[in-house]
C-alpha cells in the first residue's frame, strides 16, 4: 500500500538508496521467502487504483482496477476465493432455486393429470415423474444449445395455445427419440431442428401427458424459461430429478442414490485430486522459477555487454 499521491509505476527511493516501483519492492520481498512460500499474486495499491501482478507471468502488464470501478470489477479478484468452495456454494443456491421451479411445475402439473385421472394410479405417477424429467431436460438444453439453438424448445411452446401443448409434446418426444437419418422425410423444419437425444429418455411412449393450462404453459414459458438460465446449475441436479422417478425398490437394488457435489468432493479431494493441485501448483511454480531464472540471464548478458 501506497499513499494516494504515489504513482504506482515510479519508482521510490529505498532505505539502501535503491529505486523500485511498489511492485518490484513488493517482489524483492518475496524473493527473501521460501520456494513454497512464494505468492502467485503481487497486489499493490495506492487507494485510487489497484494493479494485480499475475506472478506466473511476471513481465506482463498488471490488471488495473479503479477504486471507483471496484464494484463491478470485483470478480478480478476471484483468486482470492476458494474457488471450489465458492463454486459449491454457488451451485447449492441455483440448485434449491431451480429446485423450486420444478416443485412448481410438479405441481401445476398434477393438477393437469387430476383433472381426467387418479394420481394414484402407478401408470399416471410414473408418467408425471418421467415427464418432470423431460421438460427439465428440455429446459437445460434450451439454455446449452444442446439440441440446437438456444430458446428453442420456449419457442416451441410459445408457438402453440395450451390447449395444443399436449399433441405438440407427443409427436416432439418421438422426433427426438429418432436418430436424423431415421426421421420422416417430410417432417416439418419445426421439428427437424430438433438434435436426436440418445440414452432413450424419450423411448417410452407410454408416457401420458396431461392437457396442458394456461398456467402450465406461462409457468414453464416465462418462470423456467425466460426467468432462469438452467445452463448456471450444476448437471447434477439432474441426478436428484432422475432419482425420483423410480420407485424406492428399483432405486434400492441399483444403488441409484443422488451424491451431492459436497460429497463427492470430501470422498475424491483426499483419495487423489488434492495431490493433483499440489502437483499443479508446483508445475506452475516451476513456470515462474524459469522465466525468474531467464530474465537473470539476459541481465547479466547485458551487463556483460555494457
Not at 422417478?245 to 442414490?257: A, D, F, I, S, V
Not at 485430486?273 to 515462474?288: A, G, P, T
Request: charged share 30%; hydrophobic share 35%; net charge negative.
Amino acid at each position: 500500500m501506497k499513499g494516494s499521491n504515489k504513482d504506482l509505476t515510479e519508482e521510490i527511493t529505498q532505505s539502501g538508496g535503491i529505486k523500485l516501483t511498489p511492485f518490484k519492492q513488493a517482489w524483492r520481498y518475496s524473493e527473501y521467502l521460501p520456494q513454497e512460500e512464494k505468492p502467485r499474486w503481487i497486489i499493490i495499491s495506492n487507494f485510487n487504483e489497484i494493479d494485480i501482478h499475475d506472478m506466473n507471468n511476471p513481465l506482463s502488464d498488471p490488471t488495473v482496477i479503479m477504486l471507483k470501478d471496484l464494484t463491478t470489477k470485483y470478480k478480478s479478484f476471484d483468486f482470492m476465493v476458494d474457488q471450489t468452495a465458492q463454486q459449491i456454494i454457488d451451485e447449492k443456491k441455483l440448485s434449491v432455486a431451480a429446485g423450486d421451479l420444478v416443485a412448481k411445475i410438479y405441481n401445476e402439473l398434477s393438477k393437469a393429470y387430476s383433472l381426467h385421472a387418479d394420481l394414484n394410479d402407478e401408470r399416471i405417477q410414473k408418467s408425471l415423474n418421467m415427464l418432470i424429467v423431460r421438460l427439465v431436460f428440455l429446459l437445460y438444453a434450451d439454455d446449452t444449445g444442446i439440441l440446437g439453438s438456444n430458446d428453442i424448445f420456449q419457442h416451441f411452446l410459445e408457438r402453440r395455445e395450451a390447449q395444443d401443448i399436449r399433441q405438440g409434446l407427443i409427436e416432439l418426444f418421438r422426433v427426438l427419440n429418432t436418430p436424423e437419418d431415421d426421421r420422416d422425410e417430410f417432417l416439418s423444419e419445426e421439428f427437424k431442428q430438433f438434435k436426436y437425444v440418445n440414452g432413450g429418455m424419450f423411448s417410452d411412449e407410454s408416457v401420458v401427458i396431461p392437457q396442458f393450462t394456461d398456467e402450465l404453459q406461462r409457468l414453464i414459458v416465462e418462470d423456467a424459461g425466460r426467468g432462469f438460465n438452467w445452463s448456471s446449475i450444476s448437471p447434477t441436479i439432474f441426478g436428484a430429478v432422475f432419482e425420483s422417478t423410480l420407485n424406492p425398490e428399483t432405486r434400492r437394488e441399483g444403488g441409484m442414490h443422488y451424491t451431492s457435489v459436497e460429497n463427492i468432493h470430501k470422498v475424491i479431494d483426499p483419495l487423489f485430486l488434492n495431490d493433483l493441485n499440489k502437483e499443479f501448483e508446483k508445475i506452475r511454480d516451476i513456470s515462474v522459477v524459469s522465466v525468474r531464472v531467464l530474465k537473470k540471464h539476459v541481465n547479466s548478458k547485458r551487463n556483460c555487454q555494457n
